[in-house]
DNA sequence: GTCTATAAGTAGATAGAC
DNA sequence: GTCTATCTACTTATAGAC
């Protein structure tokens, strides 16, 4: 609990620890009170309800997401470079909060309806940019030939997956590989680079 | 609800059913007892509680999904044969049922300690199965020189991922472009093995 | 084994004082 | 804006008849 910040802000940060922690129907409004150091009618007093409350934080989360992907987005470079961002800043992302991806896929799964319009407002912006470079790469010759809807989720497989997992590794992990685990996170994105690249190079 | 079997047998189908789309916290008693054609009280006859429900569910799907998995080791092959049958048998058991990724992750998410050892005690011998394959295939020069264990998370991301993104996919599609959807899901399993193949296969 | 009825506890939401 | 107290509804779980 941070003091010297606004009782919306608090609110805020501490719905998005336990929202993002244990979902929609496994949030308890009591916890999240507690976390903010506050009591629960006072949530009510900002966000009304907890489905309300829970629609902000997704918003948020996303398009902080999706901001991040933009900035990176700025300098022309070709495709490989700008792979290379694509991975490094999902990867920085990832590392800052592990239960992003679970919780953005919990989110639309059990709404979809609902959250499918955020999430497309935000990412297919991004997203759009990357398949259009896919397939231009793929005519030129610059890249070998895929799918590029495959070829995208391919490589957000790559990225996600691994980071959707971490937690339950981390907290199974005996005690002698700890060390290991976050040199093995930090590691990925050198890793998947390698991977991708290898899998795009034409063999020519 | 299917007539010709136990009650048992129909609470658990049932169970699977209500939890793996609802996950622990989001599922309810009530629910799955109507799916199962009978009542709430019936249930606590049978599993005692919620909870024992849950994990005697969770042990189930661990279980079937290592069984596939084992079955496809029988025959001798190379590194490549053995990976294709690996793509094709998890693509198999996911088309079949797509929340199984969330499903299985959220568990893990909720309570680590509790389901580590299910899940390590059924996937255990098959993945550690796979990582000696890597290993031996890369000193042989078979294979590219990937760190094994980074190699064995980019196949199950490649593969995994998609599935978990599919059911949200599915209800925010556009009806125009339905029908390719399916045909989507069953060329992956293709596209998973030209990607994963051009990424390993040693340039020379 | 299966049911109805109900207990016991929990969670989201509101009323009203300060 | 923030609190305490409380309401209402829901959910798991049990008691007890058949």
Redesign the pocket.
């Known amino acids: 609990m941070v003091k010297d910040s606004t ?1 919306e802000e608090r609110i805020v940060e501490a719905a998005r620890r336990v929202f993002i922690q244990k979902g929609l129907s496994g ?4 916890e999240i009170a507690d976390e903010a150091g ?5 949530l ?2 900002y966000f ?4 309300k409350l829970f629609d902000h934080i997704f918003e948020g989360v996303v398009k902080k997401i999706a901001e991040g992907l933009t900035l990176s987005f700025g300098k022309e470079m070709d495709i490989y470079g700008r792979l290379g961002t694509v991975v490094d800043v999902y990867c920085d992302i990832l590392l800052e909060n592990r239960y992003l991806p679970l919780f953005v896929l919990n989110a639309m799964n059990n709404d979809p309806l609902k959250f499918a319009g955020v999430l497309s407002e935000n990412m297919v912006p991004v997203y759009g940019n990357i398949l259009e470079d896919f397939r231009q790469s793929a005519e030129k010759g610059v890249i070998r030939d895929y799918d590029p809807v495959h070829l995208f989720l391919n490589m957000l497989g790559l990225i996600i997956f691994p980071f959707a997992m971490y937690p339950m590794i981390e907290k199974v992990a005996p005690e002698h590989i700890r060390p290991f685990l976050k040199n093995f996170l930090e590691s990925r994105k050198e890793e998947i680079k390698k991977f991708l690249f290898n899998a795009l190079t034409p063999l020519k």
Chains 1, 2 share one sequence.
Do not use: P, S
């Not at 949030?27 to 009591?30: D, I, K, S, V």
């Not at 506050?38 to 006072?42: P, Q, W």
């Not at 009304?48 to 489905?51: A, F, I, M, T, V």
């Open positions: 009782t949030a308890r409004m009591q506050i009591n629960k009618a006072l009510h007093y009304r309800n907890k489905e």
